[in-house]
């Protein structure tokens, strides 16, 4: 029925929208410094107002540091659906944004600066979560699967990297979790705040 009411809608010259969320989990003493990674591309996002093209160039930036942080890769989810209406697809990327948003210590708080000193004696994380979120316009078959396979995972992460040069993004939202440099991310809270997280 969905695959005869998609050739319907692309008959009527309707525009395809797929909107997802990947949960990608990283641990060891090394994934520290990705948080910099986000934390400055979340200071340049606000600092651009939203602007889309800097969210992209932001998100190429996010997947390649993923993409080589891969040995720290322990679990990842996705979810999403397809729309042909833009409304409904902007509705849903609002409900991931709020979910994200909710998810433990994934607020970023940049009014807390912390002095050179202070920030050395900060504990490191050893669990980082990443949460990204987009809606691009058309097919993305390596987004539309199970993304919790290493090898999946990569290709869904080159693929986001691709839609931003194919300029095919209409949404773009990074959350992480713990979401500044000192907050911590025990296993017991990764269970219970990421329960969807599949082992890798």
Not at 41 to 68: F, H, M, N, P, Y
Request: glycine share 6%; with cysteine.
């Amino acid at each position: 029925m969905s695959a005869w009411r998609d050739r319907l809608n692309k008959l009527s010259g309707k525009t395809r929208y797929v909107v997802c969320r990947i949960f990608i989990h990283l641990a060891g003493d090394e994934v520290a410094p990705l948080l910099g990674v986000l934390n400055s591309k979340a200071r340049d996002a606000i600092e651009s107002e939203g602007d889309l093209e800097v969210l992209g160039e932001g998100l190429v930036d996010i997947c390649q540091t993923l993409l080589q942080m891969n040995l720290y890769w322990r679990s990842a989810a996705n979810e999403g659906d397809v729309f042909w209406d833009e409304g409904e697809a902007g509705d849903y990327v609002t409900e991931l944004f709020t979910d994200s948003a909710q998810r433990y210590l994934s607020e970023t708080d940049f009014e807390v600066a912390s002095e050179d000193d202070e920030l050395l004696s900060l504990p490191a994380t050893r669990n980082l979560v990443v949460m990204l979120t987009i809606a691009a316009e058309g097919e993305v078959p390596a987004l539309e699967t199970n993304l919790a396979d290493r090898e999946a995972l990569e290709e869904g992460l080159k693929a986001l990297i691709d839609l931003h040069y194919q300029n095919k993004l209409r949404a773009i939202q990074v959350h992480f979790s713990p979401a500044q440099l000192g907050d911590e991310l025990t296993d017991e809270q990764l269970l219970l705040n990421f329960p969807e997280l599949v082992p890798l």
